[in-house]
Structure formats: C-alpha cells, structure tokens
C-alpha cells in the first residue's frame, strides 16, 4: 500500500461533516460516527460555524427535514466554503 502524507486527525474531511450533521443534531448520532464528528468539529471551525448555523435554522423553524437537507446543504457548504477560501 502507497502511503499518501495526510493527517490522521483529518479521518473526516468537511464534506463528511457536513453530512453527518443533521443526524448529529436529531441525536441520531451515536458511537465512532458521533466521536469522528466531534473531533472533526473540534478541528475544523468552519464545520462548527455550519453547526452552530444549522442548529439556528432547525431553532427557528421548529424542525428541519434532512431529505430537504441532505445534498443541497452540502452543495451550500462547499459553496461557503469556497467562500471562506477566496476570503
Ligand atoms: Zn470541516
């Protein structure tokens, strides 16, 4: 096997997070998904950033359908994330 140079502490890359979000906050999320997340998060300030707005979104709507979420916030974050880049 080829060792390529990455990070172990980057097992979750943001697009992963991001996917795992809805589920995390539905409480959902148990065990090494719930834990890789949270380091992740941890790590990463724009995926917590995403959180935190998630969580306001999910606030003030009362409830969020994670098939309306699932690939749209996805497309959304990396879209922000480009964002972030450019910045
Ligand atoms: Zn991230």
């Known amino acids: 096997m080829m060792r390529l140079?990455?990070?172990r502490r980057r097992a979750l890359v943001c697009r992963d997070a991001v996917a795992l979000m809805t589920a995390y906050l539905d409480g959902d999320l148990a065990g090494r998904d719930r834990d890789r997340l949270e380091a992740h998060l941890a790590d990463?300030?724009?995926c917590a950033e995403y959180l935190?707005?998630?969580r306001v979104t999910i606030d003030a709507l009362g409830h969020v359908d994670v098939?309306?979420?699932?690939?749209?916030a996805v497309?959304?974050?990396?879209?922000?994330?480009r964002r972030w880049q450019a910045g």
């Not at 098939?67 to 749209?72: K, R, S, T, W």
């Not at 497309?75 to 994330?81: Q, T």
């Open 44 to 46: 990463c300030p724009h």
């Open 5 to 7: 140079g990455r990070r």
């Open 52 to 54: 935190a707005q998630l």
């Open 67 to 72: 098939e309306d979420l699932g690939g749209d």
């Open 75 to 81: 497309d959304e974050f990396v879209a922000l994330y």
